[in-house]
């Protein structure tokens, strides 16, 4: 039996964990979002924030876009990190390209709210969309960079799961998934990706899987059957350690009969098409993002 003394020690070391991983996880935080400070935004762009039954949201629009289609966006971060401040020029980006309305989702994060909090946000925005606003499944373009990207993924497979409606298609940035880091690229890219590393992705996985199973396909859906997804563009640089997760998403993907498009940049780090403010290769690569989405998203009659 443990003495009271050491069991005082012990209790002392579990709160000093604590305490640092709350530190460590605000500045992450903080430094995440000071991308929105560095990143102008226009000023046609039209930004109104919203409340989602309890989550902030951001309608983001530019002076062309067709009211009735949608980009549900689905934000990096590792669970952890991102927001609306984080993404709002990005999301701005995103609607000029394709004409549409972005929708910007402020979903729970970890290691408050661990999985499944983001899931069931970002299915809650999906069904949002379609009962209180109106918008057609066919209609409405899902999509996420990183974490996003993974959460895109989970997010389909959640409403095929539970025979909704799908979507039109899909965009997929740099997927985050498979949250056990088995993919050869973490260990081949470590050296060139200054923007991820194995230490920091194992990290922000034991905040957000919890007691979880991380081979659980709702948390990494690498290990799902794609069979019924939507169409899906799925960008990644090659210089990424998570450029395994892309091609092999891409490989089960085309397998299952999944319309798939794999767009590897080469010598492009992780989320390269933020940062198009200062590299021309992050513009052209939303440009393709626009046509992928305006090409899947049809005006239809509908009778009533």
Known sequence: MVSKGMERVIKMFFQQGEIATKKRVEENRANFDQLEAMIPIPNDVKIEEIDINGVPAAWISTPEVEDDFVVLYLHGGGYVMGSIKSHKEFGS????????????????????????????????AYKWLIDSEGIYPENIIIGGESAGGGLTLATLLYLRDTRMT???????????ADLLMS??????????????????LFFLSSLYVGENDPKN?????LYADLKGMPP???QVGSAEILLSDATRIAEKAKAAGVDVILDIWEDMIHMFQMFAVWGPE???????LGEFIKKNLKKEVHMI
């Open 93 to 124: 980006r995103i609607s000029r390209v394709s004409n549409s309305r972005v929708l910007l989702l402020d979903y729970r994060r970890a290691p408050e709210n661990p999985y499944p909090a983001a899931l069931e946000d970002a299915v809650a």
């Open 166 to 176: 799908l979507p039109a298609a899909a965009i997929i940035l740099s997927p985050w």
């Open 183 to 200: 993919g050869e690229s973490i260990r081949t890219k470590a050296k060139v990706d200054p923007l991820a590393n194995v230490s920091d």
């Open 217 to 221: 396909p709702y948390i990494s859906p």
């Open 232 to 234: 899906m563009l799925i």
């Open 282 to 288: 992050g513009q052209e690569a939303t440009e393709k």
